[in-house]
Nanobody
Framework: VQLVESGGGLVQAGGSLRLSCAAS????????WGWYRQAPGKQRELVAS???????NYADSVKGRFTISRDSAKNIVNLQMSSLKLEDTAVYYC?????????????WGQGTQVTVSS
């Protein structure tokens, strides 16, 4: 399984960015997709997640500003970020996880930098 993020960059506060995560390989056992972020000196934290059934979950800090979605036909998970704040600056990671009767799966992308400037 390979997860490849794209769409990061530099944006001014109040602006928008759209992150995409393309999944390839045998992903049939992966049931939950998420975006995490890690700022310098801080722990990696969940930003948003979505299940194959469409159930979403958001960190309180991004509710109302970020939207996660999944295109199951293309195996792409998107994170639309709006009203960006300085504190949203971090490396954003895509995650896919799931399980089968014999194993637990947890995959990460390489990360994409998001920098919000004033």
């Amino acid at each position: 399984v390979q997860l490849v993020e794209s769409g990061g960059g530099l944006v001014q506060a109040g602006g928008s960015l759209r992150l995409s995560c393309a999944a390839s390989g045998i992903i049939s056992s992966l049931t939950t997709w998420g975006w995490y972020r890690q700022a310098p000196g801080k722990q990696r934290e969940l930003v948003a997640s979505i299940t194959n059934g469409g159930t979403t979950n958001y960190a309180d800090s991004v509710k109302g500003r970020f939207t996660i979605s999944r295109d199951s036909a293309k195996n792409i998970v998107n994170l639309q970020m709006s009203s960006l704040k300085l504190e949203d600056t971090a490396v954003y990671y895509c995650n896919g996880r799931g399980s089968s009767w014999s194993a637990v799966y947890n995959y990460w992308g390489q990360g994409t930098q998001v920098t919000v400037s004033s």
